[in-house]
């Protein structure tokens, strides 16, 4: 079957390899559509994978080709979405209901062969099922959106809070989405790029604010404090103004991952004890039973309406560009939201 393989650093090969053989309990996927992660993009750029060769990609969709010994949820030629996180069941925290927390898991595209192939094998209890109602190229868009919504779940936003969201890309995007959905007040975006925040306004934001011409420090001289504040960039700057811009008594919630210290100078973290600020993390998005209500109410949303992540969807490439989508996500100013490898393309 042909894959992308990732062979060393910044280094990526289309490559003919094996069909990957069914186990029991396993489920053989066909792939449809494959994302490209920003988690991605060190694994391929700097060689971040936990060995060499990888086939990276974990939000994907596909079709039931085949199943394994002992698979009684999931039929041959059933639609479906792939959880990517395989939990070992056996540790205190999977014991607890806690599959995120899993102290031995495996992790389809970066521990295991990923998606950015023909075909791909996975357990049968990470397969949800995707209704007629939600085409596949969308269902390839679930992972991230369960990011989002865990993200959101994590410090229970009340009904009509006013929202910061701090970035704009994929999971910041996703996140106003679903915060939307849930009915907050006011939804305010920060970003860099100007292009990232006009769709932010298209799919529900009240406020695109980009800091280079507009300081936040002048934004919330003029505009109250959010009572909830959203960090997805990962960026040691918006970490910090994250603590910064939220009203006392607040909610902050980081879910961008660090690629740099974060430093706070006694001033800013005072804040969080003046303040009683509620301060917390968001790991990916799992819960019990596995994968979680997450991917239940992303589905849900998904194919009801409630939520369209079509305009989040770029552009879609074959496997034969290789790693042209991967330079797009790294362009300066770029307009690339979501890039889809589109392997098995829905009729």
């Known amino acids: 079957m042909k894959a992308l393989v990732v062979t060393d650093k910044h280094k990526m090969e289309l490559q003919d390899i094996p069909k990957p053989e069914i186990k029991p309990g396993k489920v053989l996927i066909k792939v449809a559509y494959c994302g490209i992660c920003g988690s991605d993009l060190p694994r391929y750029f700097e060689g971040g994978v936990h060995a060499f060769p990888q ?4 939000e994907f969709s596909g079709t039931v080709e085949a199943i394994g010994e002992g698979v009684s949820t999931i039929s041959v030629g059933e639609k ?3 959880a990517p996180l395989v939990p070992c069941g056996t540790c205190e925290n999977c014991q607890k209901g806690e599959p995120a927390m899993c102290t031995q898991y495996s992790f389809i595209g970066s521990r295991e062969q990923g998606a950015m192939a023909e075909y791909v094998v996975v357990p049968e209890k990470n397969c949800v099922k995707v209704p007629d109602t939600l085409s596949l ?10 990011v989002a919504i865990h993200g959101i779940e994590r410090v229970r936003v009340p009904a009509g809070a006013e929202v910061l969201v701090l970035g704009a890309g994929t999971i910041g995007l996703l996140t106003v989405l679903a915060l939307r959905a849930i009915g907050v007040g006011k939804i305010t975006v920060v970003d860099l790029n100007d292009k990232k925040l006009t769709l932010a306004k298209k799919i529900g934001a009240d406020e695109a604010v980009n800091p280079i011409a507009v300081k936040l420090e002048d934004y919330y001289q003029k505009n109250p404090l959010p009572e909830v504040t959203i960090e997805t960039a990962g960026s040691s700057i918006t970490q910090k103004q994250a ?3 939220v009203a006392k008594r607040g909610k902050v919630v980081y879910v961008g991952t660090s690629t740099r210290d974060v430093v706070f100078d006694p001033e800013t973290f005072e804040k969080i004890l003046r303040g009683e600020l509620e301060v917390t993390g968001s790991w990916m998005s799992y819960s019990a039973p596995f994968p979680g209500y997450e991917w239940e109410t992303g589905l849900r949303y998904m194919s009801t309406g409630e939520i369209d992540v079509k305009p989040l969807i770029t552009e879609t490439f074959k496997l034969e560009d290789v790693a042209i989508p991967f330079d797009k996500m790294i ?3 770029s307009a690339a939201v979501k890039l889809l490898y589109a392997i098995d393309e829905e009729k």
């Open 55 to 58: 086939v990276l990609g974990h």
């Open 80 to 82: 479906v979405a792939v």
């Open 137 to 146: 190229k969308e269902a390839a868009l679930l992972e991230p959106l369960t």
């Open 243 to 245: 603590v910064e811009f």
């Open 331 to 333: 362009e300066k100013n």
